[in-house]
């Protein structure tokens, strides 16, 4: 995958704005050269060039926004709201840091179309292994919009089907709010706050830039 092809996806992802669709033409140039590509997110194209942006923009806040299982933040996915979040958010940043990347925008590092932006400013090697890294949880977003006929799917596909890592299902299920894991886990030492049980089904205590909860016990090599 080539540096426009990682601007072109995080594009396609972020929350429609008219410069999107001024921009669209320029988007399916950039991926002419790869037609598996662009025959991935046509649907996603054809429904931003022929929609009412209001409509667009409505349609984005229910699909991402209001459904946690689309959720574009990728520790949203592995986390949940467990305190390693916090953690896992630090060490990318200081991923980006190390890059030489740094956001101009507001959102949370972990929002997928400013990871595909960081990503086409990395070597290629590198670009591939923290893909590789993702790609579980790219994976994983595609099925569930897949399976909701969202036209969105086709872009999280696109990214995965250029990993030479083959994607592992999310076996571990994210807290998603404080209530659940009071419920599940029971109260902490303070009597409020959940005692989260970081080795729950293999889950490291912390584990930083990691995008996929579970990984294999042997060293793979990035």
Sequence with gaps: MTALHYRAFSALLCYPEQELIEALPEIKNALTGAPALLAAVEPLLATLQQGEL??????????FDRNPA????????IHGEDRARGQAMVDLLEEYKAHGFESVSDELPDYVPLFLEFLSQCEPDEAARLLGDAVH???????KLQGNGSPYAGVLQAEVSLSTVAPLPLTVPPVRDMDEALETFGPGADGIEPLLKPAMGGLPAVAPINFYAQRPAS????
Excluded: G, W
């Design 54 to 63: 209001i409509s667009l923009q409505e349609s984005y806040v229910a699909t």
């Design 70 to 77: 689309h959720s574009l933040h990728l520790f949203e996915h």
């Design 137 to 143: 949880v790219l994976h994983h977003v595609a099925d």
């Design 219 to 222: 060293p793979a090599a990035c």
